[in-house]
């Protein structure tokens, strides 16, 4: 009976032992958080005191008076540029090749109408069976309307988009303008291959991107490279075009390794591909009609 109570005795003792710590815990866990709350009350205070003190001498950014296309495009001419993407059923690749050709050089040698092809190719590397054309409207949205009121009614051309219909799985386009600094695409003798390098970015971010091109360009025109560079208007916006033209794939290779030889080039590349959201190349082959050869 005594070592009964004995045990009991004990183990109440102990009971009480780890009540009185486990309050001493709570105790000191109550005043920690006190003074974490003032701490925080006070840093916040001061932030907020900076803040406002700081505000008094640092000068406002100062808003953009105008809008991004006319600050990198060529205020010298007034071209609008418009890309079509056409993915051609596989079998029908051939049949649409010749159809678009003669198609493109009756309007060359028409002079009612204000615009040109720059450039046609089909998809080497990227998405298969492709056709790319690049049209140029000298005079910009009106030389473009002007050329859609007369397309439709022109029932030569409503009999080619008629036949071409069958031909296409999907197709989609954009209306660009040029970058100020890039070269004039203009036409040129093959055999050359070209990659369209599309990159999409942020939006706010496209003068960015322009004022560190414009100083990166330099860099490729080393073997006449450089053949165009646009940004979207309409379409899927906040999107560049680098149009590049290589004799071939190793071409390709040697000019683009030879940039990184060339003091600032590697600056360009870190400041940009933080703009960039995506990017995409494509490596294109002229069509035999294309003025980009």
Not at 15 to 35: D, F, G, I, P
Not at 120 to 148: F, I, K, M
Not at 278 to 293: A, D, H, N, V, Y
Request: aromatic content about 12%; charged content about 25%; proline content about 4%.
């Amino acid at each position: 009976m005594i070592f009964k109570v004995t045990r009991a005795t004990r183990r109440d003792f102990s009971n009480r032992q780890e009540m009185a710590a486990t309050s001493s815990m709570l105790a000191k866990c109550q005043v920690l958080y006190r003074h974490a709350v003032k701490l925080q009350v006070i840093r916040c205070r001061t932030f907020s005191d900076k803040g406002w003190f700081r505000s008094m001498f640092v000068p406002k950014m100062e808003t953009r008076k105008d809008a991004h296309s006319n600050l990198l495009s060529k205020s010298e001419t007034s071209d609008l540029y418009k890309m079509q993407f056409h993915n051609v059923k596989p079998e029908c690749l051939q049949i649409y090749n010749n159809l678009e050709a003669e198609v493109q050089r009756k309007l060359h040698l028409d002079q009612d109408y204000p615009c040109e092809v720059v450039g046609s190719w089909n998809t080497w590397y990227g998405d298969q069976d492709q056709a790319v054309h690049l049209w140029r409207y000298t005079g910009g949205y009106p030389a473009l309307t002007e050329c859609l009121t007369k397309l439709n009614n022109n029932q030569d051309y409503l009999e080619f988009r008629k036949e071409r219909s069958k031909m296409l799985i999907s197709r989609r386009n954009q209306l660009l303008l040029e970058f100020s600094f890039w070269n004039e695409p203009t036409p040129r003798p093959g055999p050359n291959i070209y990659e369209m390098r599309s990159y999409r970015l942020k939006p706010g971010t496209m003068i960015e991107w322009g004022n560190h091109w414009a100083r990166a360009i330099k860099y490729r025109q080393e073997n006449n490279e450089a053949v165009g560079g646009f940004f979207s208007q309409i379409g899927d916006l906040y999107q560049v075009h680098h149009l590049w033209a290589y004799k071939d794939l190793q071409s390709r290779e040697e000019t683009r390794n030879s940039a990184w030889l060339k003091e600032g080039w590697d600056s360009s590349v870190f400041y940009t591909v933080p703009l960039i959201r995506s990017m995409e190349s494509r490596i294109m082959i002229p069509t035999k009609g294309s003025p980009l050869q």
